[in-house]
């Protein structure tokens, strides 16, 4: 089992930065793929990154070169830095966990809400 609690959301003006944390219990964490995805109001949720446990990362199309993904597989610890913040950045922002060895994400958080004002 793994429980994941984020934390570090807020209200921030258009091209402000942000940092997520998402902190995740559980010894084997470094097995797990970690991801970050988001839900703006009446739509669906979205992927936004992902990180495996080597480091490598995937990003969707939208944030790419304003958000960035780690871990620290010795504090399991997920962040997401975001800069450079757009209004359509809004919504809430969940953690995601997944065995290397699985193909869907069954592990969430309970989400945090980032909202961008113009």
């Known amino acids: 089992q793994v429980q994941l609690v984020e934390s570090g959301g807020g209200l921030v003006q258009a091209g402000d930065s942000l940092r997520l944390s998402c902190a995740a219990s559980?010894?084997?964490?470094?097995?797990?793929?970690m991801a970050w995805f988001r839900q703006a109001p009446g739509q669906e949720r979205e992927f936004v990154a992902d990180i495996r446990w080597s480091g490598g990362s995937t990003y969707a199309d939208s944030v790419k070169g304003r958000f960035t993904i780690s871990r620290d597989n010795v504090k399991n610890t997920v962040l997401l830095q975001m800069n450079s913040l757009k209004p359509e950045d809004t919504g809430v922002y969940y953690c995601?966990?997944?065995?290397?060895?699985?193909?869907?994400?069954?592990?969430w958080g309970q989400g945090t809400q980032v909202t961008v004002s113009s």
């Open positions: 995601a966990a997944r065995h290397a060895s699985a193909s869907s994400w069954d592990y």
């Open positions: 559980g010894r084997t964490f470094a097995r797990y793929v």
